[in-house]
């Protein structure tokens, strides 16, 4: 007897028009969710429905954080307006960053310095959003914020923080969130400039850094190393797996710079002193890279992911605390809450599959150029 979260999957395949071919769970995949982490998804969602508010956002004006909030469910495989429990509450968090879209095609109303941040990051959302539903309303939005990604892309490939374009982009984050969105489009069928996309890959690889920086002589492939925050400079977990999330995505699966992040980044989830210092942005890469990796990463590390977050998920008898995680270190009050508790549910239901990325998309001739690594 098929189980309920794979007949919503097909169900999901066959009213979507544009999406990409429905995914075949792997036989193996029951390890991948348990019964008490079904349980801690559907209680992050209660919370998240129970605190989102008639106008959908949470009470921030930060479209990035209402994205994240969005995906949440969309990951879970709810879609707008369908369902009793959840299609209400997608609907209203769509439309509000729907609304505030700007003619430009711009996805921010908070500072200016969060322009390319929470731009990146709705419009990912929206491609998933409109794989998933062919709501006809993302369309013409998704259409500018793309326009606008490529319209701000810096000379160098990267992109700055504010929508304009630059000598150079900034910093390893943008990059990756602007690809995201880009890849994000491809799998809703949308048309994407290889010309963008490789400029950005090529960036990517260049925020790889050897773990004793670059010397002459030095040969990298043999040495530890990571992608970074900066080329050449900050490491991190987080940029250690956006690095590597990107490259996948853009299906450069033989690229030796993916390995050797992956040791840096497992080796941080086994350990539980580091696992338990992990914020929202950390485990919202990490659990990415992990299942884009996929093989035996996925297979030992995913299980250690998902068992924190199951045990570190606040259970209350008040309806306003049950269901939610907290501990968001970058962000706080509700939207830190929202942040947190929205990317905890995204990593517990990663292993449905039901999002577009997450699925074989399109690639195609975007891995042209790409494949002359350097």
Known sequence: MPSRRKLIALALCLVTLVAPACYAAPKDSDWEITPDSERALDRGLKWLTANQGSDGNWGSNDLGLVSMGTLAYLAAGHTPGRGKEYGPAVERSLSFILKKAKPSGLLNISDGQRDMYNHGL???VLGQAYGMSNDQR????LDRALKLIAATQCKDG???????????????????????ALRSAVDSGLEVSPEVTDAAIKTVREHYTPRGGRSAGTDVKKEPGQFTYNAGGQGTTAMAAAGV???QEFGQY???RIAKSMEYVTMRIK???DLDKFDAYTLYYVAQALYQVGGKDWRECYP???????????????RASDGKWTGEHRVGGLPGELYITSVSCFVLAIPNRYLPILQEGKIGSLNSAAAAKP
């Open 122 to 124: 709705s419009t990912f």
């Open 138 to 141: 993302i369309g013409p939005v």
């Open 158 to 180: 990267g992109w700055d923080y504010r929508a304009a374009s630059q000598e150079r982009g900034h910093d390893l984050s943008l990059v990756v969130m602007q690809a995201k």
């Open 245 to 247: 999330v990107c490259l």
């Open 254 to 256: 033989d690229d030796w």
């Open 271 to 273: 350990n539980k002193d």
């Open 304 to 318: 250690i992911l998902r068992d924190h977050l199951v045990a570190k998920q606040i259970r209350s008898s008040e």
